[in-house]
């Protein structure tokens, strides 16, 4: 397990260094495709969390499904809107290459600590 994650790590290192295709695409043709990446990405993330069980519990104690469900949605709505803005106002000045060479370095530093580990801990330190 320890050489697949250690790898995993190494190989997100690589990938986090080539530019995202969206950066060269014209992004009002993109509304479609960012809707539905979100909408797949909040699907699989939010799957078995707090507030699907917090849903779940108030589903089961008031009678109206619709009212839950509206309600569900405009809270993670009002949850989710200031952070939309934000970073679609950030966007723009956030210096991604800058950031990129920072998660990758960051992935091989992880990469290569979980595969050196049983090594690692092998070394004395001094006191």
Do not use: H
């Not at 950066?23 to 990446?37: E, H, I, N, P």
């Not at 920072?102 to 004395?124: D, H, K, N, Q, Y």
């Amino acid at each position: 397990m320890r050489w697949i994650i250690g790898c995993g790590f190494l190989v997100m290192a690589g990938w986090t260094l080539i530019p995202d295709k969206a950066d060269d695409v014209d992004k009002s043709s993109t509304r479609l495709g960012a809707f539905l990446t979100t909408l797949v990405a909040f699907f699989l993330l939010e799957m078995g969390d707090k507030t699907q069980a917090a849903t779940v519990a108030l589903a089961a104690q008031y009678a109206s499904l619709v009212a839950v469900v509206a309600g569900s949605t405009a809270g993670m709505l009002l949850a989710n809107l200031p952070i939309v803005l934000l970073g679609s106002a950030a966007a723009d000045g956030l210096p991604l290459r800058a950031i990129r060479t920072v998660a990758a370095l960051t992935f091989f530093v992880l990469g290569i600590v979980v595969l050196a580990e049983p090594w690692l801990g092998r070394m004395s330190w001094p006191a």
